[in-house]
């Protein structure tokens, strides 16, 4: 069975600090992954999706990044964290038929201090 | 470009009152769209999908929801609705040609006893 791993789930950084947060699916190949943001009243912001090795599709312009360096493997990054990059990320895939649904990881809750 | 507008933020009821939440998407192309529901403290999980076929689509825990074309429509049903339902629910679409999946802003569903 196909299974998703994202860590770590709580991260407290300092501003100015690097980011990055992993994300790996087990059982399955060639999936499509995504990177989201939760944030109250806001609902889930789709910030990056992949569909292969390095094709990337960015979709809101800011302080993050996101790498593919592996098929499985799924990887959002930043230079310099702001304040404004606090929040809830979640890393999610599907299988690249499009008959079934997302399935998502447990989460990073990321606080920028 | 690809929305899902959610119209209902914060929805209030009793127990044993009727549910329907509001979900419309923008896409030209053909889309898979979806339900998710979020309980306090958990993670996302699938309520109901819609593919083709039967409109009308059921779920788990009494949920069903339909998708309508012309409308580009695919509200959230439920005839009487339990205290554990309380839940944030969130409506998603998928792109079938680019595999960009964008969710709504979510609705917050408290159910009083």
Redesign the interface.
Known sequence: SQTIHQWPATLVQPVGSPLSLECTVEGTSNP?L?W?RQAA??????LF?S?GIGQI?S?VPQNLSASRPQDRQFILSSKKLLLSDSGFY?C?W?P?T?????F?G??TRLTVV | AQSVSQHNHHVILSEAASLELGCNYSYGGTVNLFWYVQYPGQHLQLLLKYFSGDPLVKGIKGFEAEFIKSKFSFNLRKPSVQWSDTAEYFCAALSYNTDKLIFGTGTRLQVFP
Request: no cysteine; glycine share 16%; charged share 15%.
């Open positions: 499509n995504y989201y009243g806001r609902g889930l912001q789709l999706y569909v599709s979709e979640l999610a599907s690249n499009g008959d079934t649904e997302a998502f447990q989460g």
